[in-house]
């Protein structure tokens, strides 16, 4: 299969990064390629849906991986897991003779290892200059529940229609399940029980970079973790801070002791964000050193500062994602810089280890298991969302009242960046729109129906 029949698979079957911004799969599929690698770096806290799925799937999800990397020609190909991750390691390991030029990578157990530089620096030594796309460097870098999608859409010809999440926290039996898209979290969570605690908070993506929703939100191509708090935890109680409070707050408190700096993962490979350096600016409104905001393009937003480095419980990340928001209103470009910093010596020394990261968020106690189901659950209605990759929302195939079924095509990809979008359930069409499609399963006798 050449490049092009295997982007425009990726593309028909609607295959985003299932992770983080949800880039479309098949614009990653570029002839530059040299190194291709396979992220197993489960890279938020409590989070085992990747490392449980490379585990069970390992032969498929490598045969795709060997099949991406010969379409581009990637003579390089590395498959980084964490070394904690001893079961997939294993599995992997096992099959690994079967592919010619695969090497395994086995990381350290720390925070943030998932991050896509992080990551490409830990495999391969080089550092992505700031402003710059892997591809640039010739490297592509796709997780695991991604390359399993598109094993299932090369081989059995099935199109994304649903996801794999783990659930924790206040529950009573903590899983990783696969659900339809478009779920809402309430049905979700009644999966892992009931929940344990009076006035539950949901945080969908981790406690680390993941957002407060409502039970009404929905699972999209993007959600790994449903991740259930009490609403006096500290996690909570940080993702609800107030802007302008906290910039008030850090005018008052800030001792530049420049921890956040210091730990800061891309200022340590030697990209220019400062956020020690930002928060006095920011505090003081010192607008001298323009270059000081115009830097906090380059951050990652891992939140390291504010959830691990910060004595002062102050929030670099949020502050900064706030001047970065501006910028890109304003339409200032993030630039790419080729001469910077070299990598910190110090870079090993100051690496967070995930267990003392867990400690500090006060989530010990959940720590369980969540084990992987794999059987799908079964959603009386979903709400598909138009977009949920970046890149040019698909545009909507059916109407009200239309009757469609699972894997049928719903939302056509668009001309630009953009994938197709696929009924998660069988049912009737209750709503339709440029921005979701709603569905719902036929009523019988009282009883949904399922297929």
């Known amino acids: 299969m050449d490049i092009q029949q295997l982007r425009n698979i990726l593309k028909d079957s609607g295959i985003v990064g299932a992770g ?124 695991v529940e991604t390359v399993y999608n598109s094993y299932c859409a090369i081989t059995k010809g099935e199109p994304v229609t649903d996801k794999l999440i783990t659930i924790t926290g206040e529950v009573e039996h903590p899983l990783t399940i696969r659900v339809p898209i478009g779920m809402e979290v309430s049905e979700a969570i009644a999966l892992a029980g009931k929940t344990t605690t009076e006035e539950p908070c949901y945080l969908m993506g981790g406690p680390m970079m993941g957002q407060l929703v409502s039970k009404r939100s929905v699972i999209t191509k993007t959600s790994n973790s449903i991740l259930i708090l009490p609403k006096d935890h500290i996690v909570v109680r940080k993702k609800e801070k107030n802007n302008s409070i906290d910039l008030k707050r850090a005018a008052a408190a800030c001792c530049q002791c420049s921890m956040c700096t210091d730990l800061c993962p891309r200022y340590l490979l030697g990209h220019p964000i400062e956020p020690s350096s930002f928060m006095l600016a920011a505090t003081c409104k010192n607008v001298q050193k323009t270059e000081v905001f115009i830097n906090t393009l380059f951050c990652s937003s891992c939140g ?80 598909i969302m138009m977009s949920q990759h970046i890149g040019v929302p698909a545009l909507p195939l059916v109407k009200t009242g239309d009757y469609v079924q699972r894997g049928q095509l719903i939302g056509a990809p668009e001309q630009g960046l953009c994938v197709g979008m696929h009924a998660s359930i069988s049912g009737k069409v209750l709503e339709a729109n440029e921005k979701y499609i709603i569905i719902v399963h036929e009523q019988q006798k009282g009883r949904v129906s399922y297929e």
Do not use: W
Not at 23 to 42: G, H, M, Q, S, W
Not at 109 to 132: F, M, N, Q, S
């Open 304 to 383: 390291l500062c504010e959830m691990y480095s910060c004595m002062q419980g102050l929030s670099p990340r949020t502050l900064i994602t706030e001047y970065k928001s501006g910028l890109r209103r304003a339409g200032v470009p993030t630039s790419k810089i080729a001469e910077f910093r070299p990598v910190a010596k110090e870079i090993k020394y100051r690496r967070v280890p995930m267990e003392r990261l867990i400690s500090r968020l006060g989530l010990n106690a959940y720590q369980k298991k969540a084990p992987l189901i794999e059987q799908m659950a079964h959603a009386s209605r979903v709400k």
């Open 20 to 143: 983080g911004a949800g880039f479309p799969t098949y614009a990653k599929l570029d002839e530059r390629v040299d190194t291709i690698i396979l992220n197993c770096a489960e890279c938020e806290p409590l989070l085992y849906l990747h490392r449980q799925l490379l585990e069970m799937h390992s032969l498929e999800i490598m045969k795709a991986f060997e099949q991406m990397a010969v379409a581009m020609g990637a003579k390089s190909k590395i498959i980084a897991i964490k070394k904690t991750y001893k079961d997939t390691l294993e599995a992997v390991q096992s099959y690994q003779n079967q592919f010619d030029h695969l090497e395994v990578c086995e990381l350290e157990e720390v925070y943030p290892a998932g991050d896509e530089v992080v990551l490409i620096y830990e495999a391969t030594g080089k550092v992505i200059p700031p402003g710059a796309l892997p591809i640039e460097s010739g490297i592509a870098v796709f997780n």
